[in-house]
């Protein structure tokens, strides 16, 4: 049987699975009921539709179909928030395409909310913030870190 942290580190895991996978409606049906927010708590995105569209419009998408990435979260570290648990994570975004070597593009965190129901665990909020950049212009929609 999975204790909550494992089930919180599996929907960590699908997030990425699913960004890199360019599957961005399955990141919208992940986060259905959260809201994405900048760092400081500004929301960007809530809900499935919102959150799809998102990524549709500043997560380039190759030939292939995928951003040519590899997220990797690490360092996850769980607190208990009354009903809910927080989880802040660092992250780097891995990047390699034909024509591209293998480089990291983006490191930064998440600040992680979920709450549990009869379905289980999910996403109630995000929070992302930028650490360093790299060569994003294959990553990314023009201006979107601008």
């Known amino acids: 049987m999975l204790t ?9 895991g699908a ?23 900048t760092e400081d708590g500004t929301p960007v995105a809530r809900g499935a539709d919102e959150v799809a569209r998102l990524y ?7 030939e292939d179909g995928t951003p040519g ?3 990797v979260v690490a360092g996850t570290e769980l607190a208990v928030a ?12 891995l990047q390699a395409l034909p024509a591209l070597p293998l480089q990291p593009v983006v490191t930064g965190s998440y600040r992680d909310t979920f709450a549990r129901d009869d379905a289980g665990w999910h996403f109630v ?9 790299g ?7 023009p201006g979107v870190l601008a």
């Not at 009903?83 to 780097?92: C, F, G, M």
């Not at 909020?125 to 950049?133: D, K, L, S």
């Open 56 to 62: 549709a419009a500043t997560t380039l998408r190759h």
């Open 15 to 37: 997030y990425c699975r699913l960004v890199d996978a360019g599957d961005f409606d399955g990141v919208g049906a992940l986060m259905a009921r959260a809201v994405l927010c």
């Open 135 to 141: 060569d994003l212009s294959h990553h990314l929609a």
């Open 4 to 12: 909550a942290g494992d089930e919180i580190r599996s929907l960590l």
């Open 125 to 133: 909020e995000r929070r992302f913030g930028v650490g360093r950049t």
């Open 82 to 93: 009354g009903e809910r648990i927080t989880a802040r994570s660092s992250y780097v975004v």
């Open 69 to 71: 990435t590899q997220h």
